[in-house]
Structures are given as C-alpha cells and as structure tokens.
C-alpha cells in the first residue's frame, strides 16, 4: 500500500527525517540569525560536480572495442528517447552497425562530449566495488533445510513523499507503518528476523543459508534454485527505510579483521566460524530488502533505470551524482590487482550503499566466477559522464 499525501498531517517532518529515512537523510531547512562577521576571506570556489574534458584524455579510448557498451547504451536508450537532450542521439542508434566498433567510437564523439566527475572536495578518486547476481538454493515450502523466509514487500508499509508536501524535497521518500494515529519507523531487520504478524503470508521463498539471503538483498537480484533444478528469478521490491550499515565495517571495528581484508568471502568465512555470532552480526544492519518475482523470460536482472543489466557493462551509481541511463567511462583496475579496467559504462542501476560522486557499484554478470570478481573488488578509479553536446549533465 502507498502512503497518500494526506498521511503527511499526522506527523512531524523532524520526527520522520531522523527515525525511519531511506538514506541519504534531507534535514529540513533551519532559519538561523545571522551574525556580525568582522572579516572575512573570500571563498574558494567550489569544484563543479561535471568539468568538460576531452576524449585524448579517457584511458584506452581510441583502441577500446566499443561493441558490447553498444549493446547497453541501445538498453538505455529504450527510457532515455524519451527524454528531450536524448531523443536526437538515441534515435541516430539506428544508423550504425552494431559490429562496427569504429563507426561507435564516431558517433560518440560526433553526439557526445565527455565531462570528468569531480567529489565535493575536488579529488578525482573514488571507490569502485563490484556486485552480481547470485544463486541460492530455496523452496515454496518452510522445512530444516530451507527456513530463512525471503519476503514480497509488506502490504503495511507506507511511502511517504516528502516532495508533496515539501517542494524542496521532492524526490525524497520515507517509509513507516501506523500504530494507532502514528506513523513509526517500518520494522528493523532484527524485528523482522525475530517474526511479525505484518510479514506473515509475504513468504516468497524459503533458503537454506542466512549469510547468502543477507548478501542477496545487498546485490537485489538473484535467482532461486528450486529442488526440481528450476531456477526462478527474483529482483527488488522494496526496502524497510532504515539506513545501509556495513557488516564488514562493523567486523574491522570489532578488532575481527583488518579493513584491507573485509570482503564477501571473508564475511561469509567469519560467519562459518562464528554460527552463533552471526545473527547479531547480520542485524547490525537495520536495512532490509524485499523482493518480488521477475519475468521467465529475462535473461538478466532489471535495474533501477528499469531495463536489463549488460554483464560488465552496466554499473550502479548515486542517481542524486549521476543521471541514470548515462553512458559514463570508468577507468579502474581489476580487482587485487593494478591490471587496468578501462571501459565504457552504462549507469543502470542503483544500490543502498552507492552514495557520492565518483562512486560505482560494478556489475559481473551471474553465478560463482561473478560473485567472486564482485566479492574481492574494491578498488579506486575515475569517471567521466558523456552527455549530448550542447548541454550539460542533468538529472531527469
């Protein structure tokens, strides 16, 4: 159930920002008195999130084989021609040859140009992780083997936004149930863990291993082996509002590995050692993911952009940095290792933890070679957007 507008009078916009935000939090606006200033120094300017650049500076460019960002950008384009700076360029698709890497390498620099993204404090740096799309073994039905639930969205869940009462914070949504006349934060990871009536019925799937269903909700897609072999997909839902907190975070500030270490495979390695710890490791992070199932048909899993990820080629971003369905250059390296990864990217998607400038979340395709290109990449890297010329980068 969505929340309507009308839900806002029951509450307090303070109340809402600080207890049930989906992050980033938006605090309202506060009238402060200004005070004398005796002296001042004039500010420095403040680093443009987008700096126009060239395409000599773009590692590998005039060699990289462009034919399988084609095939993305063609994906992107199925929401972007719809959008006025994009119509002209998504429509030109259709005169080039999906093999020709060079007439692709024309036509972007003949319809684009490349700006570099800049963080805040004017570093060109930024943290590059990976993500996939995993198989856990599950069932319909509860049993020994399979009894950690996999959930649809909550039919008392209510979404909030704030952008209708709040003009100046459209496009920032909150979620919460009632109890009585109130609207309170949605249910915690732990307090859905620990079972409530609200979730009862909602049952998608059972799985067989807690870890795994964690770090599915992380990735937000996978698939479910049942025990006649088939193999159903699954994608995001929902989310409970709470805010992302790193489990590998918590574990290095626990004094139980060094941060160079923590990593999928490392997490779950604790989580064999540890069985006991493990769920209040897990519930640690408040946040919960709630899925739904996805067409037989797909043949990958949907992003937030709302079409197919290309493996490889399709990342998540911060849709507050960068406009989603863009092509953007991404030169990093593979991961535990300085071998660089120069390759044009689509921003497809997004992620609970993608927040920042120069922040991308790496798609590697399905199954165990993927989750363990995802699982060890955390590397640093820079990136470009490429948006029609003539204009500047925008959010849609």
């Known amino acids: 159930m969505r929340k309507q507008a009308g839900w806002l009078g029951l509450i307090g916009a303070g109340m809402l920002l600080a207890a049930c935000q989906t992050a980033p939090v938006v605090k309202p606006t506060v009238k402060v008195i200004p005070q004398p200033v005796v002296a001042t120094t004039p500010p420095l300017p403040a680093t443009p999130l987008f700096t126009p650049s060239t395409w000599e500076v773009l590692p590998e460019w ?10 993305a950008l063609l994906q992107s ?17 259709e005169l080039v040859d999906k093999n020709d890497s060079q007439a692709q390498r024309r036509f972007y620099e003949d319809k684009l140009a490349p700006f570099q993204i800049f963080n805040p404090d004017g570093t060109e740096n930024g943290v590059i992780t990976g993500y996939y799309e995993p198989l856990l073994r599950g069932s319909r039905f509860k049993s020994e083997r399979f009894r950690y639930p996999l ?63 964690f770090f599915l909700q992380i990735q937000g897609s996978g698939r479910i082996e049942l025990v006649d072999g088939r193999q159903i997909k699954v994608g995001y839902a929902d989310q409970n509002g709470h805010p992302y907190v790193s489990i590998g975070r918590k574990l290095v500030e626990m004094g139980e590995m060094k941060l160079e270490e923590a990593s999928m495979q490392s997490i779950k390695a604790w989580g ?44 998540a971003v911060d849709p507050k940095s960068i406009p989603l369905g863009s092509p953007v ?34 798609f590697w395709g399905f199954g165990e070679k993927a989750g363990a290109q995802a699982g060890r990449m955390k590397q640093q890297g820079r990136m470009w957007v490429l948006f029609p010329k003539g204009g500047e980068p925008v959010q849609f």
């Open 272 to 315: 064999e050692r540890n069985p006991t710890k493990l769920m209040t490791l897990l519930e640690m992070n408040p946040s919960y993911v709630f899925f739904r199932e996805l067409p037989e048909h797909l043949t990958a899993p949907l992003g937030a952009l709302g079409v197919p990820l290309t493996n490889e080629y399709s990342i």
């Open 151 to 213: 959930y649809a969205a909550p039919d008392d869940m209510l979404e909030i936004d704030l952008g209708d009462a709040y003009p100046q914070l459209k496009g920032q949504r909150l979620r919460g149930r009632l109890s009585g006349k109130k609207v309170v934060p949605y249910f915690k990871r732990a307090e859905i863990d620990a079972g409530t009536d609200a979730l009862r019925g909602r049952e998608l799937f059972w799985v067989e291993n807690a870890v795994e269903l």
């Open 62 to 71: 005039s060699t990289l084989d462009l034919r399988p960002s084609w095939a």
């Open 329 to 362: 250059f991404l030169a990093t390296t593979h991961p535990n290792t300085a071998t660089p990864l120069n390759r044009l990217m689509l921003a497809q998607d997004t992620g609970g933890a993608i927040r920042g400038s120069v922040r991308a979340d790496f």
């Open 77 to 93: 384009c199925r929401v972007l021609k719809n959008k006025p700076q994009w119509q002209g360029v998504c429509a030109s698709t």
